[in-house]
């Protein structure tokens, strides 16, 4: 089973600031199959990002994602309000799927 | 557009066994492309992936539920269902069905339904 793991915890900036959520596999994740999700509390899981860079439909362009290997990287460069949330990366490259522990993004 | 979404027991008794049903509305389970997931989360925690499957029947589940889960498909509702058996209070969570685009990720999500085991 891939270990996926999350860092930082948890995030704090402001509004217009740039956020980088990083995600580290115990193993290389097979064909980029990376994902990221955000939650809002009371929601659904949303996908962001798949094969570790590309926008979901309707995804803003200031999500982005990059990373290949067992290194991946989130980054929403301008924050807006509506970003503040908790965000997990999931591998479906390999069975079980498995998914980050989350980084929790709040405002500062 | 394509929507989901659970429906099932709120509460289930320890060792019985958890039913949830998931129906697809605005396209067909059977269409291809996709495989449609289970996913669970507990109180304040994170996301566990519990398997999916094809709606022609063939399917992965998590080894660490494997024993206790069996995931199956009626195309002719355009449901998917999830049983657990022999639950426990560790199984109480938010339970989500999913479309899982293979190579696209897990686009389309239910809105979540909870389940708690108490007696």
């Known amino acids: 089973e891939i270990v996926l793991t999350q860092s930082p915890g948890t995030l704090s900036l402001s509004p217009g600031e740039r956020a980088t959520l990083s995600c580290r596999a115990s193993q290389t994740v097979s064909s980029s199959f990376l994902a990221w999700y955000q939650q809002k509390p009371g929601q659904a899981p949303r996908l962001l990002i798949y094969?570790?860079?590309t926008r979901a439909t309707g995804i803003p362009d200031r999500f982005s994602g990059s990373g290949s290997g067992t290194d991946f990287t989130l980054t929403i460069s301008r924050l807006e309000p509506e970003d503040f949330a908790v965000y997990y990366c999931?591998?479906?490259?390999?069975?079980?799927?498995?998914f980050g522990q989350g980084t929790k993004l709040e405002i500062k | 557009q394509v929507q989901l979404q659970e429906s099932g027991p709120g509460l289930v008794k320890p060792s019985q066994t958890l039913s949830l049903t998931c129906t697809v509305s605005?396209?067909?389970?059977?269409?291809?492309?996709?495989?449609w997931s289970w996913i669970r989360q507990h109180p304040g925690k994170g996301l566990e992936w519990i398997g999916n499957i094809y709606y022609s029947g063939g399917n992965y589940y998590n080894p660490s539920l494997k024993s206790r889960v069996t995931i199956s498909v009626d195309p002719s509702k355009n449901q998917f269902s999830l049983k657990l058996s022999s639950v426990t209070a560790a199984d109480t969570a938010v339970y989500y069905c999913a479309r899982d685009g293979g190579r696209d990720g897990s686009d389309i999500w239910g809105q979540g339904t909870k389940v708690t085991v108490s007696s």
């Open positions: 999931q591998q479906y490259g390999s069975s079980p799927y498995t």
């Open positions: 094969l570790a860079s």
């Open positions: 605005g396209g067909s389970i059977s269409s291809g492309g996709y495989y």
